[in-house]
């Protein structure tokens, strides 16, 4: 019988307590937004709770809630480009981000290294690359809309844009030694 079934199961409630603050830290660092994070941290805490009879006890307690706490910030990633009428940042894109989040609050060593291998590469860029990434991937910017600024077709600026994500992902290879 799982013990977190009962209603008023304190060890569930411990488990989640312990884990209140990672999940607002990871949420800040997927959203940018102390307000959002708040929000986000109670609507994850409320799912949690309410799923509560699915956890398997014997189970990793932290990757379930953060997996419930990605998914509640890639619902509310899309909420907001729906209000803002904006094209979605790529998901892939946001993954890499979530595992930047996830393991800034507590993976292993590689993925560490990883972490700070990604953040030197994205320094290395030239300031206008990181804009263009941080335009599009980070704010929402639409593809037609850096387009035009930059005075480029669509599909000019989407090749850019890849050429800029490749330079990056081979510098995180090299950094870590798989390659060029």
């Known amino acids: 019988m ?8 304190p060890e569930f409630e411990r488990l989640l307590e312990a884990h209140r603050p990672r999940l607002h ?4 660092s997927l959203t940018g937004s102390g307000a959002a994070a708040d929000d986000l941290a109670q609507e994850t805490c409320l799912v949690l709770w309410e799923k509560r009879e699915q956890f398997d ?3 990793d307690f932290r990757a379930w809630a ?9 619902n509310h990633r ?8 904006r ?6 894109l946001f993954d890499r981000i979530a595992d930047v989040a996830i393991e800034r609050h507590g993976r292993d060593e ?26 599009r991937y980070q704010d929402g910017t639409s593809l037609e809309h850096l387009s035009n ?9 989407a090749q850019k844009l890849f050429r800029i994500k490749t330079t990056v992902a081979r510098c995180v290879r090299r950094k870590l030694g798989d390659g060029a």
């Open 57 to 59: 006890p014997s189970g």
């Open 149 to 157: 600024e930059a005075g480029l077709n669509r599909n000019a600026m």
């Open 110 to 135: 590689f993925e560490e290294r990883r972490h700070n291998a990604l953040l030197g590469c994205l320094r290395k860029l030239r300031e206008p690359h990181r804009d263009l990434l941080l335009s």
């Open 87 to 92: 094209e979605l940042p790529g998901d892939e």
């Open 66 to 74: 953060f997996r419930v706490a990605f998914l509640q910030a890639q």
């Open 2 to 9: 799982n013990p977190l079934k009962n209603q008023t199961s």
């Open 25 to 28: 830290a990871f949420l800040l």
């Open 78 to 85: 899309r909420r907001v480009a729906r209000r803002k009428n």
